[in-house]
């Protein structure tokens, strides 16, 4: 039972990726999925997540407009689209299952399942 992160790479400011999370072991199509972040000599910041059934979204302030969450259950993954990056967007990008609703407070709270290894995304011309 893992989720995998994957899509991070060096793109330069102004640029694009879209960021994938995949289950192995277990569907995804129960759960509520996040994605989460984190900069080296950084707390973890929640990005944004996605209801079981993609009927709600949430995005942190700083990525609305830019991110876009979305999810294949028929593919058993998440992704996240990321438009206009900046450097300050740089960080290691982990997944993972949200035991709770699609919502702010749940993003920093928890609780929390299964966690992904991370992808690392780096914004740098």
């Known amino acids: 039972v893992q989720l995998q992160a994957s899509g991070g790479g060096l793109v330069q400011p102004g640029g694009s990726l879209r960021l994938s999370c995949a289950a192995s072991?277990?569907?995804?199509?129960?759960?509520?999925i996040g994605w989460f972040r984190q900069a080296p000599g950084k707390e973890r910041e929640g990005v944004s997540c996605?209801?079981?059934?993609?009927?709600?979204?949430y995005y942190a302030d700083s990525m609305t407009g830019r991110f876009t969450i979305s999810r294949d259950n028929a593919k058993n993954t998440i992704y996240l689209q990321m438009n206009s990056l900046k450097p300050e967007d740089t960080a290691t990008y982990y997944c993972?299952?949200?035991?709770?609703?699609?919502?702010?407070?749940?993003?920093?709270?928890?609780?929390?399942?299964?966690w992904g290894q991370g992808t690392l995304v780096t914004v740098s011309s």
């Open positions: 072991g277990f569907t995804l199509d129960q759960f509520t």
């Open positions: 993972a299952i949200i035991l709770e609703r699609c919502h702010g407070a749940a993003m920093a709270k928890g609780p929390f399942g299964v």
């Open positions: 996605i209801s079981s059934n993609s009927g709600t979204t």
